[in-house]
């Protein structure tokens, strides 16, 4: 059975820094593409970062390219997502999400319907 837990949120001030683990169970991250959502209260979820696992191609949103960075640690079985200069509009909940077989490229990765398991999530707030 494939669980993903998600840790590492906070609370922290604009400019500040944040680094996100989503620990899998039950999968070989080598055949899964890991996503990063998140939510804020009334707003839909947002695909944020994917990574693929078969080519370990990543891709990012606009509105976090050159602030996120995701990666990930074999050994661990986790997928990091460093956050740095952070800002008010990031505040969310933040999830991690796989899906099996999966080596995304464009903008398909974003797509929250094709992962077929997810976290609980973990909360971010931003603000000064």
């Known amino acids: 059975q494939v669980q993903l837990v998600e840790s590492g949120g906070g609370s922290v001030q604009p400019g500040r820094s944040l680094t996100l683990t989503c620990t899998v169970t039950g999968a070989n991250l080598d055949f899964y593409a890991v996503g990063w959502f998140r939510q804020s209260p009334g707003k839909r979820r947002e695909g944020i970062s994917s990574?693929?696992?078969?080519?370990?191609?990543?891709y990012y949103a606009d509105s976090v390219k050159g602030r996120f960075a995701v990666s990930r640690d074999k050994d661990k079985s986790a997928v990091y997502l460093q956050m740095n200069d952070l800002k008010p509009e990031d505040t969310a909940i933040y999830y991690c999400?796989?899906?099996?077989?999966?080596?995304?490229?464009?903008?398909?990765?974003?797509?929250?319907?094709?992962?077929?398991?997810w976290g609980q999530g973990t909360q971010v707030t931003v603000s000064s």
């Open positions: 990574l693929n696992g078969e080519d370990n191609a990543a």
């Open positions: 999400a796989v899906v099996h077989g999966a080596a995304f490229g464009g903008t398909v990765w974003s797509i929250a319907n094709l992962y077929d398991h």
